[in-house]
């Protein structure tokens, strides 16, 4: 087992088979331009970038005095968090009061009087924003940021010794926190503890410590059980997780314990030795509280255990959720404390599972039988399912490439003796850390530990890849963990897409042109959100091209109307020069709007566009515009038909539509309750088939037009409604008032036809039982309809006697069967006979009921005589 | 109102789609809409809409969500409303604005501001929100009034099993009078859904300009999605979308089969029927205690059925010729007075509590026998009158193209007789088509009877019936179209058997429904074979297919074959009826599926369900007495 110790190297141990180990992540690439002392650091959790202010600056800051040196006039750094420098922010606000970054990696400047200025990592301002009129007025005498649930808040104490709180710097709500008793001075140090349910100060007023509750608005005296004597609290820190706080005291005693309301529960109280307020006061990950004191790094843990490391350098650390990021000239390191899982493989002597396997795999790779000994070993503990599982698990915590390939080689080892065992956890870890290697890698540099990944999410993860324009590798990972497009994907390209609009480095064509070769048509980027910054960006041009090649019509159309407005502001500007040019242009905007409406096939979109253009043109212009466009044309017709009848005829006279006109002003009559009004939109609907060619529909209206004027004169003889009814009706109505002349004489006028017209009298005759005047009709002239109809007339009027009258009339093929109708049925039968007719005999025996049953026989003979014959 | 519907929809899931997911979609939905207004609701119905609504949803459910009254749309006060909320549900019609606008300013004029009491009012519109509609409530000043405006988008109802329709009236009138693609944009949304249900649809046939659109209008709708599509073995093979205007002649024929009868008598809304309640009033004394909706209400009040294939008489009924249901009738009744009869062979307790589990089934099915029987007797009633047999006879005289060049002396007759417009109408289109095109001496001597007798003011309506091209004037037709169609495609069969059918044709008593033998001839011999007559139809044809992700074609005869129980070999082919679709066409589909040798099946899904009254009704502004 020795070569183990090699991996035990850097561990150092705190009490019982707790180890913190320290090593070097990377090398710094300031390692020449850069030395520590001479700046003012700040630096992002996660492996985040480093913002660097000249110390001269800001004593000067301090001092706040001479004005021929332009004091406020200074150069803050941004570098990688492997030192490589970002950008350069010009300051020249007023005093800085804190540089801190944000959450989302922003960088905050507050000044102190209150006002905060927020630049992305490329020193370009994002926002700005004031604190409070009262801090403004009373100018900030400290502040500092924390991290909560609601994000990144600011808590500051203002020279008045007021604390004020604000949650989230994107909601800037701030409070101001309860006054503490007697506070005349600064206090000795403050801290804040930001708990899931609430925020709380905490201030140390010389030996005092007051709780400042920013729901309550309390103020409260809290008594830490401090044995060691002392005057004043000096240092507080809490832990990320603000779930654990320690104190030093100016005796030298640090106390840790629990961040709960009245800190009653203790975990440890422990004597430093050191009087002198340390640089840094932090928690590492959970489990210890690290200072800094000049060259002395000093680990105490909760149990007073304690190591200490020698710094020869000036080094800044940095609070990570795992562990410390120490930050130096030539180099960064990682303090954490050593997984218990990788302390279970690595550990002298360890025989955990993990640690088994992990020899097994090396015997076997030096084909050694031992290999087998050990996985009996495990096997016979039944642990092979464990071991394999710790052996994934602190690979994940592995800095080392080969150490981490080691590991999962033995996991997968192991794997081969667990049937069926689940190999998902295998696959994930070998994802992660080709993540973590590929991101910790100098080119990237944010040297993330497994820990923190897990936390942050690798979504965040890609967030700051697009931050840090890093698009290639996080279109990979998105690809590589097969995230959906929404998520990886579209949110990348879209990002990428976003920049170069931004950026102007290539002319509007090829950036058009750019875009559209990453993105293509199945990205799930929209064209219309690019195309929006483009228009905000000013770059109009650009974003025409790009909505060339936005699928979606509902979200293309509204930026094209947009957009015309944008060309209406121009076309002013330019009046003066190429109008001609401006003019067309502007046409051809306004004039692909419908046609990109009538592609999407959605009417409510044509709508919008007809809408607009009837806004935004004249009528004339309207007309010729729409004309052009079927579609969006016959939805304006119908618009027209349902709301404005007047302007749909008026559209088909501008159009030469003689056809429509005219059908419409027939309609138009339809509806008029006017009579004389009704007159003339028929004569206009004459006049119009007319120019149409349409003879027989102007032969028809003029019909109807002579109808009309005929029946006025019957309603005011009559005193009686006409003017609604058909020709047919008319005469109906006449043949009812027995006025048969008239009847007869609007058939002539009208020339109706003989047919009809019969049928017409007869059926009215019989329906008004003039049975005589009927007989008198039908002996006027051979009955143009035959006299079926007369018999069936009678029939279905029960007049049977009537009917008879015009048998004799009948068709002979007729006959028989109106014979039978009448009831007939002897002299039907007679008919048959005679016709020498037997399946009309058999018809008429099968209407022979059973009074019939004389006839039924007599039929019978008659049959039987046929059939002799 | 609505309700009433069956309590259980289990019907919907019997086919080889289960279409109950369609249904659940659309309940979903409409409850999602109507949660957003936290507290009791009064619905205020566009009328057109309350039946569709049944097919989504029961009162009993509007109820658990909170619906405390429902009133229909009318113009003046609305009546007195103790819900918090009121949620106008309406279509995108502008008139319909004007009376929410009249309801609305009615409401504000009511003197107490405790009156109003906070109450909230909403607009849903139905299938989509409109601009022009939003617009109207704008300028008519109401707009402020209303709290929200939303929308309900849902494009299809389930009908039945096999029959999906988006229950849009007047469609094809919409398309071809006014070139309001309207509804051809809510169809391709509408097979959006239907793939994202059941996967997308390999193959697509088409014919006509609106199938066309159609497909161009969805497969620009896929791309906008840009493979976000669910990833599902598709479960429907073909699609067949059939634009109205390849085939006019079939909803001028008259139907003979049972459904399509009642339909054309009656009238069948969104699968509910309201017939003279004369026939059934002595069923109800019958009724022993059971208090069923009928019997509730009075005997002057038209009787409503509910049609659909839950009803096990009905599904036997519904497709065949109406010379056949007089037998299919008599065999269920022996059928079912045999089981009545079980009850004196039952002789052991055992025997007997076996009888008494089938009861309320026996007593469901002597219910059901009765009411078909009664419907028998009205269909009967017309269909022994001479002229229902004249009409029949000139419709086959005409597709037979006999005597078609010359004015028919049956129709002018019926002229005369004043018989109803939308018959006579039927027959001269029929005559026109069959005639290839009417000489415009035929066509001005019909129009000439018709407008002195019915009114001038139906110059417009056969300038309707021209423009889409159900009138034409034998000068525009290059070549004898119908006589080519009529043979090639077999369209008229002589002697046609409608007791036991052998084709298609039995749905008209001789002539096969033109969409369908589309529809056949696609599966065999296919349409290659049929060239020269895709030709002379409205083009343009397509036949295309739909790209997917490789690993989603159905494999034949593969593993989930054996678990669904399904006869994985028969393809599913779904037609979709672009203008409407009548029963007959149903129905012809329908026995296609189950004819020997043949190796589909069909779900129909259509715009609407039309016949000839109705599509002639839509055509025109004007009422067709």
């Given amino acids: 087992m020795q070569t183990m110790a090699l991996f035990t190297s850097d561990w150092n141990p705190l009490g019982k088979d707790i180890y913190y180990r320290k090593f070097e992540l990377n090398s710094m690439f300031w390692t020449n331009d850069v030395d520590l002392k001479d700046f003012i650091i700040t630096s992002a959790p996660f492996g985040g970038p480093i913002a660097l202010i000249e110390r001269k600056n800001w004593s000067r800051l301090g001092t ?88 990144t808040g600011i808590a500051v104490l203002t020279t008045s010794h007021r604390f004020f709180i604000l949650n989230n710097i994107s909601d800037p709500k701030i409070r101001r926190l309860a006054e503490v008793p007697g506070l005349t001075k600064s206090p000795q140090c403050w801290t804040i503890v930001a708990s899931n349910s609430e925020t709380i100060v905490l201030v ?58 009245d800190l009653t529960h203790k975990y440890c109280e422990f004597d430093t030795k050191a009087k002198a307020r340390p640089q840094q006061l932090l928690w590492c990950g959970n489990s ?83 290999a087998d000994e050990y996985i009996r070993m495990i096997q016979e503990r039944k642990e092979m399912e464990t071991s394999v599982q710790q052996c994934i698990r602190a690979a994940g915590h592995e800095y080392g490439i080969s150490t981490q390939k080691m590991l999962m080689r033995a996991a997968s080892f192991g794997k081969c003796f667990v049937p069926h065992m689940e190999s998902k956890p295998f696959v994930q870890m070998c994802q992660t850390l080709r993540i ?31 931050l840090r324009r890093h698009f290639c590798l996080a279109l990979r990972i998105a690809s590589y963990l097969k ?58 041009q650009l974003a025409i091209k790009l909505l060339d090649h936005e699928l979606r019509s509902s979200q293309q159309v509204p930026l094209l109307l947009k957009l015309k407005q944008h060309r209406l502001a121009l076309q002013r500007a330019i009046e003066s020069g190429d109008t001609n040019l401006v003019h067309t242009r502007l046409s051809d905007r306004v004039f692909s709007l419908p046609q990109r409406a009538i592609e999407s096939g959605d009417t409510n979109l044509v709508h919008t566009v007809i809408i607009r253009l009837r806004e935004a043109l004249s009528a004339g212009e309207f007309l010729m515009t729409i004309r052009d466009y079927p579609i969006a044309y016959s939805l304006y017709q119908k618009y027209c038909r349902e709301e404005e009848t007047e302007k749909l005829t008026d559209l088909y006279y501008q159009e030469d539509d003689f056809a429509s006109e005219a059908n419409s002003w027939l309609s138009r009559s339809l509806t008029s309750n006017n009579v004389t009004q009704k007159q003339s939109y028929l004569q206009s609907a004459y006049d119009s088939f007319k120019k149409s060619r349409n003879e027989f529909n102007a032969s028809m209206i003029d019909e109807n037009i002579r109808l009309n004027k005929y029946q006025i004169k019957l309603e005011e003889k009559f005193h009686r409604k006409y003017l609604s009814l058909s020709l047919h009706q008319t005469m109906k109505q006449l043949i009812i008032d027995k006025e048969y002349k008239l009847s007869e004489e609007l058939k002539k006028e009208f020339k109706v036809g003989d047919r009809r017209y019969w049928w017409l009298k007869m059926t009215i005759l019989a329906e008004t039982a003039e049975f005589l005047e009927l007989e008198k009709f039908s002996k006027i002239k051979k009955s143009p309809i035959g006299y079926e109809p007369f018999v069936d007339i009678c029939l279905e009027h029960r007049n049977r006697y009537e009917a008879q009258k015009y048998l004799l009339k009948i068709n002979e093929e007729n006959k028989i069967k109106y014979y039978v109708k009448c009831g007939l049925l002897e002299d039907a039968a007679k008919f048959a006979f005679e016709a020498k007719d037997v399946e009309a005999l058999d018809y008429v025996s099968s209407r022979c009921g059973p009074t019939n049953r004389l006839l039924a026989d007599k039929i019978t003979t008659m049959k039987n005589q046929l059939r002799l014959k | 109102m609505i309700g009433s519907n069956d309590k259980t929809m289990s019907h919907l899931s019997t086919g080889r789609l289960n279409v109950n997911h369609m249904k659940e979609l659309a309940k979903h939905e409409l409850l999602e809409c109507l949660d957003k207004c936290m507290g009791s609701k009064a619905i205020v119905w566009d009328h057109e809409l309350v039946g569709i609504f049944g097919l989504v949803a029961d009162y009993l459910l509007l109820k658990e969500h909170q619906v405390i009254q429902m009133f229909e749309l009318r113009p003046g006060r609305l009546p007195a409303i103790t819900a918090t909320h009121v949620i106008y549900l309406t279509r995108t019609k502008l008139s319909l604005m004007d009376t929410i606008a009249d309801n609305l300013l009615n409401e504000d004029k009511k003197p107490s501001i405790a009156a109003k009491n906070g109450r909230e009012f909403h607009v849903i519109f139905v299938p989509r929100r409109s601009i022009l509609c939003e617009r109207k409530l704008q300028v008519l000043g109401v707009y402020g009034n209303l709290n929200t405006i939303s929308e309900y988008g849902v494009e299809l109802f389930a009908l039945d099993s096999d029959v999906l329709s988006m229950e849009w009236q007047n469609c094809f009138q919409e398309i071809y009078v006014d070139n309001d693609y309207t509804s051809l944009f809510h169809s391709a949304k509408a097979l959006m859904t239907l793939q994202t249900l059941y996967g997308i649809i390999p193959n697509v046939f088409g014919l006509g300009k609106s199938a066309k659109v159609v497909f161009d209008l969805m497969t620009k709708m896929r791309k906008e999605l840009s493979g976000s599509e669910p990833q599902i073995t598709p479960q429907i ?166 005597e078609t060049d010359k004015t028919s002396p049956y129709i002018e007759d019926c002229i005369a007789k004043v018989d109803p417009l939308v018959k006579i109408l039927r027959l001269i289109c029929i005559q026109s088509f069959a ?60 002697g046609v058997n409608e007791l036991s059918p052998t084709d298609i044709a ?62 994985e070999d028969q393809k599913l082919i779904a037609v979709f009826f672009l203008g409407g679709c009548t029963y007959t066409e149903i129905s012809a589909l329908r026995f296609l599926s189950q004819k020997e040798g043949f190796n589909a099946d069909f779900i129909v899904i259509t715009t609407n369900i039309i016949n000839g009254k109705t599509f002639l009704q839509s055509l025109t502004h004007l009422p067709l007495k």
């Fill in chain 1, 64 to 151: 706040n005095g001479n004005t021929s040196l332009k004091p406020n006039q200074f150069n803050i750094f941004i570098f990688s968090s492997l030192g490589s420098i970002i950008s350069t922010i010009k300051w020249k606000g007023n005093e800085l009061s804190l540089i801190s970054w944000s959450n989302r990696e922003d960088l905050l400047c507050i000044q102190d009087d209150g006002i905060v200025s927020v630049y992305d990592i490329y020193a370009n301002l994002q926002n700005t924003f004031t604190l409070d009129q009262e801090i403004r007025d009373t100018k900030v005498l400290e502040c500092k940021t924390f991290n909560g649930i609601h994000g």
């Fill in chain 1, 483 to 540: 995230m959906s497009e929404e998520k990886g994907a579209a949110r990348v390209l879209g990002n990428w897409a976003l920049l170069k609009v931004k950026q102007r480095v290539s002319d509007d064509e090829r950036t058009a042109r750019d875009i559209f070769n990453k993105l293509g048509y199945s990205s799930g980027v929209p064209y219309s959100e690019i195309a929006d910054k483009a228009i905000d960006n000013g770059r109009t």
């Fill in chain 2, 506 to 567: 039995y749905v008209h008593s001789g002539y096969a429904p033109l969409s369908v033998r589309l529809a056949q001839y696609l599966d065999h011999p296919g349409w290659r074979a049929i060239t020269d007559v895709l030709k002379t139809l409205p083009e343009p044809t397509i036949e295309e297919t739909q790209h997917m992700a490789p690993g989603l074609r159905k494999r034949r005869n593969s593993g989930a074959s054996i678990q669904t129980g399904v006869i």
């Fill in chain 2, 435 to 494: 005639n290839n095109g009417l000489k415009s001496k035929v066509i001005e001597f019909y129009k000439r009877e018709i407008l002195q007798t019915y009114g001038y003011q139906h110059i417009l309506t056969f300038n309707n019936l021209e423009k889409v091209g159900l009138i034409r004037n034998s000068g525009t037709y290059s070549h004898r179209v119908y006589n080519v169609l009529r043979k090639t495609l077999k369209l008229t069969v002589q």
């Fill in chain 1, 288 to 370: 210890a509280v690290v200072g800094l004191w000049k060259n002395i790094l000093l680990v105490v843990g909760p149990d007073k255990d304690w190591l200490n490391y020698v710094v020869d350098q000036p080094v800044h650390m940095v609070e990570e959720i795992d562990g410390i990021r120490i930050i130096g000239n030539y180099m960064q390191e990682f303090l954490h404390k050593v997984s218990p899982v990788v302390v279970d493989i690595f550990g002298i002597g360890s025989i955990a599972p993990g640690a088994l396997l992990l020899e097994a795999n090396k015997e076997f790779q030096r084909h050694s039988h031992r």
């Fill in chain 2, 237 to 402: 093979d073909q699609l067949l979308l059939i634009d109205r205007s390849v085939d006019l002649l079939t909803p001028l024929m008259t139907q003979t089969t049972y459904e399509g009868l009642l339909d054309e008598m009656f009238g069948i809304t969104h699968t509910t029927i309201k017939v003279p309640p004369e026939k059934f009033v002595h069923h109800n004394s019958a009724n022993d205690g059971q208090t069923s909706e009928e019997t509730i209400e009075g005997p002057t009040e038209a009787k409503q059925f509910h049609l659909n294939s839950s009803e096990e008489l009905f599904v036997k009924l519904r497709d065949i010729s109406f010379k056949s249901v007089g037998p299919t009738l008599r065999t269920s009744a022996k059928a079912l007075t045999q089981q009545y009869d079980e009850r004196h062979n039952a002789k052991t307790v055992r025997q007997i509590r076996q009888f008494v589990d089938k009861l309320p089934a026996l007593q469901s099915a002597r219910k059901s026998q009765s009411n078909h029987t009664s419907m028998a007797e009205l269909i009967k009633e017309v269909t022994d009158e001479e002229s229902f047999y004249e009409t029949i006879q000139t419709e086959h005289q005409f597709v037979n193209c006999i």
């Fill in chain 1, 204 to 261: 140390a007023k010389d030996n005092e410590l007051y709780s400042l509750n920013a729901n309550a608005q309390s103020c409260q005296l809290i008594t830490p059980a401090i044995s060691a004597p002392f005057t004043a609290i000096t240092e507080m820190s809490v832990s990320y997780d603000s779930s654990h706080i320690s104190l030093l005291t100016d005796s030298g005693s640090l106390w840790m314990g629990r961040a709960d309301n």
């Fill in chain 1, 436 to 466: 973590l290697n590929a991101i910790r890698h100098h080119s990237i540099g944010i040297p993330l530990s497994w820990n923190q990944l897990e936390v942050l999410t690798v979504e965040v993860l890609i967030d700051r890849l697009i």
